[in-house]
């Protein structure tokens, strides 16, 4: 795991106060420690407190999903994480990978038909419940979470 004060990426993070960026291979044995150091950071900056528990399962399942499925679990590809806060704007987590993306809107509900006994697909609606904002950029291989 790297580890920068400033995102290099050019995201709305950059509009906030406060940043941290972190990018790990893309291995599931990788998620679980990422997510306690920005999880730490966030406690630090005193940002969605009272809301960690959402906040750390909404970035456990992002991470899993650009591990998986951007990256295909190849530990030579890295997936990228950006944190920002503000206290008048809330927090920003971005998770980018460097997978071909994805349609947000052609995934099949989970909560429908045949779906409802997959062992996987929850991952997105989860995340869109558990944060305040969920939306997609760059052809689906960034997610943006936000929480007030």
Do not use: W, Y
């Amino acid at each position: 795991m790297t580890t920068e004060p400033v995102p290099p990426c050019d995201l709305e993070a950059n509009k906030l106060q406060t940043r941290f960026t972190a990018t790990i291979q893309a291995e599931i044995n990788a998620i679980r420690p990422i997510v306690d150091r920005i999880m730490q950071v966030i406690r630090q900056m005193k940002c969605g407190a009272g809301k960690e528990f959402e906040i750390d399962l909404a970035l456990q399942e992002a991470l899993a999903n650009a591990v998986i499925h951007g990256c295909g679990n190849d530990p030579s590809k890295r997936v990228e994480v950006c944190v920002a806060c503000d206290e008048s704007r809330g927090l920003l987590i971005v998770v980018r990978d460097p997978g071909p993306g994805f349609d947000p809107a052609s995934l099949p509900s989970p909560i429908t038909g045949q779906n409802v006994f997959s062992d996987h697909g929850r991952g997105i609606v989860l995340v869109s419940q558990l944060m305040d904002e969920v939306h997609f950029e760059h052809g689906g291989t960034e997610i943006h979470m936000r929480k007030f």
